[in-house]
């Protein structure tokens, strides 16, 4: 178990050109430096097949605290990959993931791509959500301790976004990894089962809700009658 404390906040310092001073003085907005606060000293309790939810509206401080949060976690010596630095090969899709093509389509299935013809494809002939699917693939493919998305889904239709939402939990909770997304969009609670559930909130409010079930007890083995 570890608990990650997390500060950020910034300068409202501007740069004063007469455009800046002349929007101040309309909104009567003050120019003189303060600090607004995203968060300060938040601990966060985050562990291996945690499914980490943060949604909030735009602008809240989200992908800073995804960001803060990687940042932690790999000073703690975890693997992080994240979704927005996988890098697509020009090759074939199907040439992309698994070690055969048996392990390829399930890998790909699993992130929703299941048409056989976007199996063929290169990824510079996908969609923007046909390729965010198959970074997904690859992020599960990765080797990693922790998954981070941010934006998740948002070039997907809902449908697809909560099924692919759906399967990357329960893949990410069946192989022990944490798997943390960021989103606007919190119509995705019963897909993905978060355990940490955060709301961020404007300034530095922030709502975090854990519901950590308790392993269930192992099955208890029958003894056999002596
Ligand atoms: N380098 C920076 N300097 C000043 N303000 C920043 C900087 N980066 C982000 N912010 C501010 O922090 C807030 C949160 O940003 P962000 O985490 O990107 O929001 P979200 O992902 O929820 O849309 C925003 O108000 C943004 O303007
Ligand atoms: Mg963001």
């Known amino acids: ?5 997390l500060s950020r906040s910034f300068k409202t310092s501007v740069e004063r050109t007469p455009r800046v001073l002349e929007v101040a003085e309309s909104f009567g907005l003050g120019l003189s430096d303060k600090e607004f606060t995203l968060y300060d000293e ?18 809240s401080g989200k992908s800073m605290l995804l960001k803060d949060l990687a940042a932690e976690m790999r000073k703690d010596g975890l693997k992080v990959v994240d979704l927005n630095e996988v890098e ?11 070690k055969n093509v048996t392990e390829a389509t399930e ?11 976007i199996f063929l494809r290169k990824p510079s002939e996908l969609s923007d959500g046909q390729r965010y699917r198959l970074k997904l693939a690859l992020v599960m493919e990765a080797d990693a301790d922790v998954w981070i998305a941010d934006e998740f889904g948002a070039v997907l239709d809902r449908v697809t976004a909560k099924s692919v939402a759906y399967n990357m939990a329960k893949v ?20 993905l089962a978060p355990s940490v559930f955060i709301e961020k909130l404007f300034n530095d409010r922030i709502e975090v809700l854990c519901e950590r079930y308790e392993e269930e007890d192992p099955p208890q083995m029958l003894m056999a009658a002596e």
């Open 172 to 191: 990410a909770r069946r192989q022990g990894k944490t798997f943390m997304v960021a989103t606007t969009h919190d119509d995705m609670t019963e897909e």
């Open 88 to 98: 697509l090969k020009d090759k074939p899709v199907i040439e992309l993931v698994g």
């Open 107 to 117: 890998i790909l299935s699993r992130a929703g791509i299941s048409d056989a013809w």
């Open 42 to 59: 938040l601990e966060l309790d985050i562990r291996a097949s945690d499914v980490v939810y943060i949604t909030g509206q735009s602008g």
């Open 1 to 5: 178990m570890t608990i990650y404390s």
